[in-house]
């Protein structure tokens, strides 16, 4: 059977699933799991990592890759692939039109990004949370007869990535670190090819803040020397090797999806988990998050500030009117 870009992230996880390994056989072990951080394991084995550089994400689909939004729009737009070079230009062309409309007067490029990625508009970042729980709602949100995933991902950095950690404040450089590392019609520069990067926005946008909202960003994921990636298809007695034009439909940074917990392999700048959520058990698990002091639902995770502003000010407006009768 040959696989599409629609059908390799569903047959690539599926193989490397850590699920059994981590012993998540219900929906109570996910939830204990998750509520300490996702540092528990079976007795005996190795947890996953942990610490300032592992960021989660959730998705409430199993079969959709780990790609991010402008990818997904040039796929869909050049069927036959999207080499480095191309992403590039599509992701200047996005911040070139948003600051001929006004958008983003003293704000550097990265900030900008930043941005559009709240407000839904295709860039290159990949939305994560730094912590497990947030994530874990991402996956259980909603479509209760399909299986979720979630991702753990490991962002250590090699010797030859840009940087481990991205700064977007307009303090430093306007344009973006990246920018001009496209190399040729396909590929980049190593260094960017090498690079998963962690970006913070630390900023006061109350659902980002709800949702521990963090960016990883990198360049384009590519076969090359020591990176591969397998997959397991039927009539196969053992995984082959994934088509390299399908990589990034699985996922666009550079992450190495393993079922072990090593010391990180050396070509790749990240290392990643999976763990599937029967859509049976999200019912379950969207009720535990309910209740967490800081409850994890959608109006907490989906803060509507710009519907409510009417309600605030009439309650402002009923207190003064109160005052002035008493």
């Known amino acids: 059977m040959a696989l599409t870009p629609d059908t ?38 190795q947890p996953l990592p942990t610490g300032s550089q592992v960021v989660y994400r959730g998705q409430a689909k199993a079969g959709y890759g780990l790609t991010s939004s402008l990818y997904r729009l040039c796929r869909r737009a050049l069927p036959g692939g999207v ?23 003293r704000m550097s490029d990265g900030q900008l990004l930043s941005v559009l990625q709240h407000h839904g508009v295709p860039t290159r970042l990949i939305d994560f949370s730094s912590e497990a729980l947030e994530a874990l709602y991402f996956a259980v949100e909603n479509y209760d007869t399909v299986d979720g995933r979630l991702f753990v991902v490991s962002a250590h950095g090699r010797n030859r990535s840009l940087t481990i950690d991205l700064d977007f404040s307009p303090h430093g450089d306007r344009q973006l670190r990246w920018s001009d590392h496209a190399r040729g019609d396909k590929y980049a520069a190593d260094a960017w090819t090498q690079t998963v990067a962690l970006v913070d926005p630390k900023d006061l946008d109350p659902r980002m803040i709800a949702q521990r909202g963090v960016f990883l960003v990198g360049g384009l994921n590519r076969r090359s020397a020591g990176r ?99």
Do not use: C
């Not at 062309?93 to 007067?105: K, L």
């Open 8 to 45: 390799a992230a569903e047959h690539f996880f599926a193989r490397v699933d850590m699920n059994g390994k981590l012993g998540l056989d219900s929906p109570t072990a996910l939830w204990n799991w998750a509520l300490n951080g996702g540092s528990s394991a079976l007795k005996g084995r």
């Open 83 to 105: 080499g480095e070079k191309r992403l590039a230009e599509v992701e200047t062309m996005v911040i070139n039109a948003m600051r001929e409309e006004g958008i983003g007067r």
């Open 228 to 326: 591969s990636m397998r997959v397991k298809v039927a009539g196969q007695s053992r995984p082959v090797e994934l088509e390299r034009s399908l990589y990034p439909d699985v996922t666009t940074l550079g992450i190495n999806f393993v079922t072990t917990v090593r010391n990180p392999h050396q070509s790749w700048p990240a290392t990643g988990w999976t763990i599937r959520i029967p859509g049976s058990w999200k019912p379950e698990l969207r009720k535990h998050l309910e209740t967490v002091s800081d409850s994890i639902r959608r109006d907490t995770m989906y803060p509507p500030v710009d519907e409510v502003w009417r309600l605030a000010n009439y309650a402002v407006l009923e207190n003064l009117t109160r005052g002035s009768r008493g």
